[in-house]
Protein backbone atom coordinates (compact mmCIF):
# COMPACT_ATOMS: atom_id res chain seq x y z
CA UNK A 1 0.00 0.00 0.00
CA UNK A 2 1.05 3.42 -1.18
CA UNK A 3 0.07 5.90 2.29
CA UNK A 4 -2.82 7.47 0.20
CA UNK A 5 -4.30 3.62 0.44
CA UNK A 6 -2.65 2.65 4.13
CA UNK A 7 -4.41 6.14 5.75
CA UNK A 8 -7.89 5.29 4.07
CA UNK A 9 -7.43 1.43 5.04
CA UNK A 10 -6.58 2.67 8.96
CA UNK A 11 -9.15 5.68 8.52
CA UNK A 12 -12.09 2.90 7.83
CA UNK A 13 -10.72 0.36 10.19
CA UNK A 14 -10.35 3.30 12.84
CA UNK A 15 -13.73 4.55 12.02
CA UNK A 16 -15.36 0.54 12.48
CA UNK A 17 -14.08 0.31 15.83
CA UNK A 18 -14.32 3.14 17.55
CA UNK A 19 -18.05 2.23 18.28
CA UNK A 20 -20.20 2.27 21.77
CA UNK A 21 -19.89 -1.70 20.95
CA UNK A 22 -16.39 -2.19 21.46
CA UNK A 23 -16.94 -0.59 25.15
CA UNK A 24 -18.42 -4.39 25.78
CA UNK A 25 -14.97 -5.90 25.72
CA UNK A 26 -12.95 -2.90 26.87
CA UNK A 27 -12.18 -2.13 30.37
CA UNK A 28 -13.17 1.38 28.75
CA UNK A 29 -16.61 0.50 30.31
CA UNK A 30 -15.45 1.20 33.45
CA UNK A 31 -15.25 5.21 33.89
CA UNK A 32 -18.36 4.99 31.23
CA UNK A 33 -20.54 3.53 34.43
CA UNK A 34 -19.50 7.27 36.24
CA UNK A 35 -21.39 10.89 35.50
CA UNK A 36 -19.17 13.28 37.85
CA UNK A 37 -16.13 14.50 36.10
CA UNK A 38 -14.33 13.47 39.19
CA UNK A 39 -15.21 9.87 39.74
CA UNK A 40 -14.58 8.92 35.65
CA UNK A 41 -11.13 9.96 35.61
CA UNK A 42 -10.19 8.50 39.12
CA UNK A 43 -12.29 5.19 38.04
CA UNK A 44 -10.31 5.31 34.24
CA UNK A 45 -7.08 5.98 36.31
CA UNK A 46 -7.32 3.21 37.92
CA UNK A 47 -8.52 1.07 35.51
CA UNK A 48 -6.03 1.35 33.38
CA UNK A 49 -2.94 1.03 36.06
CA UNK A 50 -3.99 -2.81 35.52
CA UNK A 51 -5.03 -3.35 32.59
CA UNK A 52 -2.91 -6.18 31.15
CA UNK A 53 -3.22 -9.57 30.81
CA UNK A 54 -6.59 -10.79 30.03
CA UNK A 55 -9.29 -8.36 29.34
CA UNK A 56 -12.20 -10.06 30.57
CA UNK A 57 -9.98 -10.40 34.46
CA UNK A 58 -8.91 -6.90 33.85
CA UNK A 59 -12.78 -5.48 33.18
CA UNK A 60 -14.14 -8.38 36.96
CA UNK A 61 -11.15 -7.10 38.58
CA UNK A 62 -11.55 -3.10 38.14
CA UNK A 63 -15.70 -3.85 38.54
CA UNK A 64 -14.51 -5.06 41.89
CA UNK A 65 -12.01 -2.71 42.55
CA UNK A 66 -14.98 0.06 41.93
CA UNK A 67 -17.12 -1.89 44.80
CA UNK A 68 -14.73 -1.63 47.05
CA UNK A 69 -14.72 2.33 46.52
CA UNK A 70 -18.02 2.31 47.36
CA UNK A 71 -18.65 2.73 43.64
CA UNK A 72 -17.82 6.57 44.12
CA UNK A 73 -14.05 6.69 44.16
CA UNK A 74 -13.86 10.81 44.44
CA UNK A 75 -16.19 10.88 47.35
CA UNK A 76 -13.78 7.56 48.85
CA UNK A 77 -10.65 9.71 47.84
CA UNK A 78 -11.98 12.97 49.98
CA UNK A 79 -13.70 11.51 53.20
CA UNK A 80 -11.92 8.05 54.01
CA UNK A 81 -10.03 7.16 57.06
CA UNK A 82 -7.46 5.18 57.21
CA UNK A 83 -9.24 2.42 58.65
CA UNK A 84 -11.26 2.58 55.57
CA UNK A 85 -8.09 1.24 53.72
CA UNK A 86 -8.27 -1.97 55.41
CA UNK A 87 -10.85 -3.45 53.08
CA UNK A 88 -8.45 -2.86 50.40
CA UNK A 89 -5.78 -4.80 51.52
CA UNK A 90 -6.57 -8.57 49.86
CA UNK A 91 -7.34 -7.08 46.34
CA UNK A 92 -4.91 -8.38 43.74
CA UNK A 93 -4.17 -8.37 39.92
CA UNK A 94 -1.63 -10.17 38.87
CA UNK A 95 1.41 -8.24 40.27
CA UNK A 96 -0.64 -4.84 41.90
CA UNK A 97 -1.64 -5.86 45.19
CA UNK A 98 -3.43 -4.39 48.18
CA UNK A 99 -0.61 -2.36 49.36
CA UNK A 100 -0.29 -0.80 46.13
CA UNK A 101 -4.21 0.15 46.02
CA UNK A 102 -3.62 1.24 49.71
CA UNK A 103 -1.02 3.78 48.44
CA UNK A 104 -2.52 4.79 44.74
CA UNK A 105 -6.04 5.80 47.38
CA UNK A 106 -3.79 7.80 49.45
CA UNK A 107 -1.70 9.50 46.36
CA UNK A 108 -4.40 10.10 44.01
CA UNK A 109 -6.18 11.90 47.43
CA UNK A 110 -2.91 14.15 47.69
CA UNK A 111 -3.20 14.81 44.09
CA UNK A 112 -6.37 15.85 44.39
CA UNK A 113 -6.44 17.72 47.74
CA UNK A 114 -2.94 19.55 47.30
CA UNK A 115 -2.47 19.65 43.59
CA UNK A 116 -5.90 20.27 41.67
CA UNK A 117 -6.41 16.88 40.42
CA UNK A 118 -5.26 14.61 37.31
CA UNK A 119 -6.16 16.86 34.65
CA UNK A 120 -4.42 19.89 36.33
CA UNK A 121 -1.21 17.58 36.94
CA UNK A 122 -1.35 16.14 33.74
CA UNK A 123 -1.32 19.37 31.87
CA UNK A 124 1.67 20.70 33.35
CA UNK A 125 5.06 20.38 31.71
CA UNK A 126 3.45 20.09 28.05
CA UNK A 127 6.06 19.64 25.11
CA UNK A 128 5.27 21.06 21.96
CA UNK A 129 3.81 17.50 20.06
CA UNK A 130 4.24 15.32 23.47
CA UNK A 131 2.73 14.12 26.73
CA UNK A 132 5.86 12.13 27.33
CA UNK A 133 7.88 14.66 29.71
CA UNK A 134 4.35 15.69 31.37
CA UNK A 135 3.95 11.90 32.25
CA UNK A 136 7.37 11.47 33.73
CA UNK A 137 6.50 14.88 35.71
CA UNK A 138 3.36 13.26 37.05
CA UNK A 139 5.20 9.90 38.16
CA UNK A 140 7.56 12.47 40.32
CA UNK A 141 4.55 14.02 42.08
CA UNK A 142 2.50 10.60 42.16
CA UNK A 143 5.61 9.39 44.51
CA UNK A 144 6.25 12.45 46.79
CA UNK A 145 4.27 10.87 49.82
CA UNK A 146 6.35 8.11 51.52
CA UNK A 147 5.70 4.17 49.90
CA UNK A 148 7.09 1.44 48.96
CA UNK A 149 9.33 1.23 46.28
CA UNK A 150 7.91 -2.19 44.46
CA UNK A 151 4.30 -0.08 44.15
CA UNK A 152 6.44 2.74 41.79
CA UNK A 153 6.68 -0.05 38.94
CA UNK A 154 3.08 0.42 38.44
CA UNK A 155 3.65 3.56 37.13
CA UNK A 156 5.63 3.78 33.64
CA UNK A 157 8.27 6.66 32.98
CA UNK A 158 8.98 7.52 29.43
CA UNK A 159 12.26 9.16 30.37
CA UNK A 160 13.23 5.76 31.75
CA UNK A 161 12.50 4.03 28.18
CA UNK A 162 9.28 3.43 28.89
CA UNK A 163 6.49 3.09 26.11
CA UNK A 164 3.99 3.87 28.90
CA UNK A 165 0.72 1.92 27.41
CA UNK A 166 -1.46 2.20 30.36
CA UNK A 167 -1.27 5.91 30.97
CA UNK A 168 -0.78 6.70 27.36
CA UNK A 169 -4.10 4.74 27.10
CA UNK A 170 -5.63 7.18 29.82
CA UNK A 171 -5.01 9.92 28.25
CA UNK A 172 -6.20 9.39 25.27
CA UNK A 173 -9.33 8.08 26.98
CA UNK A 174 -9.72 11.71 28.78
CA UNK A 175 -8.81 13.75 25.72
CA UNK A 176 -9.90 12.37 22.65
CA UNK A 177 -13.22 13.93 22.15
CA UNK A 178 -16.55 11.99 22.78
CA UNK A 179 -18.97 12.53 20.03
CA UNK A 180 -18.23 8.52 18.89
CA UNK A 181 -19.39 7.20 22.71
CA UNK A 182 -15.88 5.89 23.02
CA UNK A 183 -13.55 8.18 24.55
CA UNK A 184 -14.53 10.96 27.06
CA UNK A 185 -13.12 14.55 25.61
CA UNK A 186 -12.78 15.64 29.48
CA UNK A 187 -9.74 17.42 29.20
CA UNK A 188 -10.16 20.71 27.30
CA UNK A 189 -6.76 22.14 27.96
CA UNK A 190 -4.61 19.27 25.93
CA UNK A 191 -4.40 18.98 22.34
CA UNK A 192 -5.55 15.49 21.12
CA UNK A 193 -2.28 15.97 18.80
CA UNK A 194 -0.23 15.34 21.71
CA UNK A 195 -1.38 12.30 22.59
CA UNK A 196 0.97 9.13 21.84
CA UNK A 197 -0.37 5.63 20.70
CA UNK A 198 -1.30 3.32 23.55
CA UNK A 199 1.86 0.57 22.26
CA UNK A 200 1.22 -2.95 23.25
CA UNK A 201 2.23 -6.04 21.72
CA UNK A 202 -0.96 -6.13 19.85
CA UNK A 203 -0.67 -2.52 17.99
CA UNK A 204 2.85 -3.22 17.53
CA UNK A 205 2.76 -6.15 15.69
CA UNK A 206 0.36 -4.41 13.46
CA UNK A 207 1.82 -1.35 13.07
CA UNK A 208 5.41 -3.56 11.93
CA UNK A 209 3.20 -5.33 9.27
CA UNK A 210 2.21 -2.05 8.24
CA UNK A 211 5.45 -0.62 7.93
CA UNK A 212 4.50 2.02 10.42
CA UNK A 213 6.98 1.03 13.55
CA UNK A 214 10.66 -1.25 11.98
CA UNK A 215 12.06 -1.17 15.97
CA UNK A 216 11.88 -4.72 17.15
CA UNK A 217 11.42 -3.40 20.89
CA UNK A 218 7.99 -1.69 22.50
CA UNK A 219 9.91 0.67 24.38
CA UNK A 220 9.74 5.03 24.54
CA UNK A 221 11.80 4.77 21.31
CA UNK A 222 9.33 2.37 19.46
CA UNK A 223 6.64 4.74 20.85
CA UNK A 224 8.22 7.83 18.80
CA UNK A 225 8.48 6.06 15.76
CA UNK A 226 5.08 5.01 15.76
CA UNK A 227 3.56 8.34 16.89
CA UNK A 228 5.97 9.75 13.68
CA UNK A 229 4.56 7.95 11.42
CA UNK A 230 0.96 7.85 12.98
CA UNK A 231 1.35 12.04 12.57
CA UNK A 232 1.79 12.00 9.55
CA UNK A 233 -1.62 10.09 8.61
CA UNK A 234 -3.64 12.44 11.21
CA UNK A 235 -1.86 15.54 12.43
CA UNK A 236 -4.79 16.68 14.75
CA UNK A 237 -5.95 13.40 15.95
CA UNK A 238 -2.89 10.93 15.39
CA UNK A 239 -4.09 8.03 18.33
CA UNK A 240 -7.65 7.46 16.62
CA UNK A 241 -5.25 4.76 14.91
CA UNK A 242 -5.39 3.06 18.00
CA UNK A 243 -8.88 1.77 17.72
CA UNK A 244 -7.61 0.16 13.45
CA UNK A 245 -4.30 -1.36 15.27
CA UNK A 246 -5.92 -2.66 18.05
CA UNK A 247 -8.69 -4.10 15.97
CA UNK A 248 -7.18 -5.03 13.50
CA UNK A 249 -4.68 -7.21 15.94
CA UNK A 250 -7.34 -8.84 18.41
CA UNK A 251 -10.19 -8.77 16.64
CA UNK A 252 -9.07 -9.71 12.81
CA UNK A 253 -5.83 -11.58 13.92
CA UNK A 254 -4.06 -9.00 11.13
Same mark, same amino acid.
Given at each position: ?? =?????????????????? =???????LQIPHRF????????????????????????????????? *???????????? @??????????????????????????????????? @?????????????????? *?????????????? @????????????? #??????????????????????????????????? *??????????????????????????????? *??????????????????????????? #??
Amino acid at each position: MN =KAELKAFLDQKAAQYEHP =KFLESDPLQIPHRFSKKEDIEISAFLTATIAWGNRKSIINNATRLME *LLDNAPYDFLQN @HQESDLDSLSNFVHRTFNGDDLKYFIKSLSNIYKN @HGGLETVFTKNQAQNSLQ *LSISNYKTIFFELA @HMPRTQKHVSDPL #KGSAAKRINMFLRWMVRPGERGVDFGLWKNISSSK *LSCPLDVHSGNVARKLKLLRRKQNDAKALLE *LDTSLRKLDTNDPVKYDFALFGLGVFE #KF
